[in-house]
């Protein structure tokens, strides 16, 4: 099963207006992290925000805030004020203890198309 | 501040030769480093991971092998390329912090005709 869901492959949103890009997760830990990265045309990874799963705030960092809903187990993306430079891959990831190695596990990814 | 370094940018390689990708991290000590690959339009997939020198895991078995020389250098290689090693290699790095933020280089785009 998966453990990350992004279940919209595409999204499209004006300039200007805010969009939110769902994921959800799957983890029996009561300590995880939640990460939201941004993949350019140019291929580079860009980390966006983080969440741990006991912050009790949402995360924000400028533009982008991270809707997090522990027990629906949901942590969306929104941008606000969408730019056309905002048109990339967003992939949502999880990291659960691991012993040590700290390896996330990604979700299939959301492609944003920014219109002017 | 820390920095990932990966070269070539870009490689196109014959089927059956070998292969070599770098990675260096900078500003940082005993990383843990990633290999992770993405065919176009996919997804990453986890390849290699070490959390330290000389010591690799292997998440999917194939035809590509990793090494950790040093503590901030991390190779991907290959003795010989197939087809299906085509893609984009992202080298990654998780430095100090609670948060363990995994932080990706450049990458680097590989065509193997």
């Known amino acids: 099963a998966q453990k990350i869901t992004q279940t919209q492959p595409g999204m499209f949103v004006q300039e200007k207006e805010a969009v939110t890009l769902d994921c959800t997760y799957d983890t029996s830990d009561q300590s995880y992290g939640l990460f939201w990265y941004k993949q350019p045309s140019s291929g580079e990874m860009i980390f966006l925000i983080y969440?741990?799963?006991?912050?009790?705030q949402n995360a924000t960092e400028g533009r982008y805030s991270l809707n997090f809903q522990k027990a629906r187990k949901s942590a969306n993306l929104v941008i606000s004020a969408s730019q056309l430079g905002d048109s990339a891959m967003y992939f949502c990831?999880?990291?659960?203890?691991?012993?040590?190695?700290?390896?996330?596990?990604f979700g299939r990814g959301t492609s944003l198309i920014v219109h002017p | 501040s820390q920095t990932i370094h990966q070269w070539p940018a870009t490689l196109v390689q014959p089927v059956g030769s070998p292969l070599s990708l770098e990675c260096t991290v900078e500003g940082t000590s005993n990383p843990n480093l990633y290999w992770y690959r993405q065919a176009a339009g996919r997804g990453l997939q986890l390849l290699f991971y070490s959390i330290g020198i000389g010591q690799i895991s292997s998440e999917v078995p194939q035809n590509l092998s990793a090494s950790r020389p040093q503590d901030r250098q991390f190779i991907l290689s290959s003795k010989k390329l197939l087809l299906s090693d085509s893609g984009f290699y992202l080298c990654?790095?998780?430095?100090?912090?609670?948060?363990?933020?995994?932080?990706f280089g450049p990458g680097t785009r590989l065509l193997v005709l």
């Open positions: 969440q741990g799963s006991y912050d009790e």
């Open positions: 990831a999880m990291r659960e203890p691991s012993g040590g190695s700290y390896i996330p596990t």
């Open positions: 990654a790095s998780i430095f100090s912090g609670a948060q363990r933020t995994q932080y």
